[in-house]
């Protein structure tokens, strides 16, 4: 298996600019979920979804959008680059996190350090 | 509002001294609490969790943590520091199944 795939490792950005970054698993867990990591602040869930088709926003969402059209995969979606959005993305699966009472342990992909000019 | 706090932002120990890292809780209902470590350009790695039961959760690397629901606390402990477990350590806590909450991670620094 190889986990949770992220890409690009890197990338640079204008202003304005839209992109996506992509986020794959290979371990058909139904919960995957988006964070922003910045200096002082931990970790910062954007959006995450619970199953193919269901999505739902975290704690910082504006900027952002997602999909799951698949079990799979979970593109993350910059509509309009700001140098505030300038981070490390990390992306994250799990089995259902609510399953009979049992939360899951999360896995992270290697992320992605985005910079936005 | 749901939230975890880690009051270090450093924590420095030497080689062989026991180590903790603190971590504070507020989510309402029953606590699922979690440690991950990071080590540099890397992602998050899984350390131990508490969902229920025993206090004292047990981890991989010899880390374990201790729940203290009367003190909302989940602090992070190993007896013997290793230099290679110098890292940036995250405490993390579940609200309503589907929401991680992430404190803002303490630099642990082992010295030989």
């Known amino acids: 298996n190889a986990g949770v795939t992220q890409t690009p490792k890197f990338q640079v950005l204008k202003t304005g600019q839209s992109m996506t970054l992509q986020c794959a698993q290979d371990?058909?867990?139904?919960?995957m979920s988006w964070y922003r990591q910045d200096p002082g602040m931990g970790l910062r869930l954007i959006h995450y979804?619970?199953?193919?088709?269901?999505?739902d926003q975290g704690e910082v969402p504006n900027g952002y959008n997602v999909s799951r059209s698949t079990t799979e995969d979970f593109p993350l979606r910059l509509l309009s680059a700001a140098p505030s959005q300038t981070s490390v993305y990390f992306c994250?699966?799990?089995?259902?996190?609510?399953?009979?009472?049992?939360?899951?342990?999360?896995?992270f992909g290697p992320g992605t350090r985005l910079t936005v000019l | 509002a749901q939230s975890v706090a880690q009051p270090e932002d450093q924590v420095n120990v030497a080689e062989g001294n026991p180590l903790t890292v603190k971590c504070t809780y507020s989510?309402?209902?029953?606590?699922?609490l979690f440690w991950y470590v990071q080590y540099p350009n890397r992602g998050l790695q899984f350390l131990l969790k508490?969902?229920?039961?025993?206090?004292l959760v047990k981890g991989s690397y010899g880390f374990e943590a201790e729940f203290n629901k009367s003190q909302t606390s989940f602090h992070l402990k190993k007896p013997s520091a290793l230099v290679s477990d110098s890292a940036l350590y995250f405490c993390?806590?579940?609200?309503?199944?589907?929401?991680?909450?992430f404190g803002s991670g303490t630099k642990l620094n082992v010295k030989p």
């Open positions: 994250a699966s799990s089995y259902s996190l609510g399953s009979g009472g049992a939360v899951h342990t999360q896995y």
């Open positions: 371990m058909n867990h139904e919960y």
């Open positions: 979804s619970v199953g193919a088709g269901i999505t």
């Open positions: 989510v309402s209902g029953n606590p699922y």
């Open positions: 508490y969902i229920t039961g025993d206090n």
């Open positions: 993390a806590a579940v609200y309503n199944f589907n929401k991680f909450y």
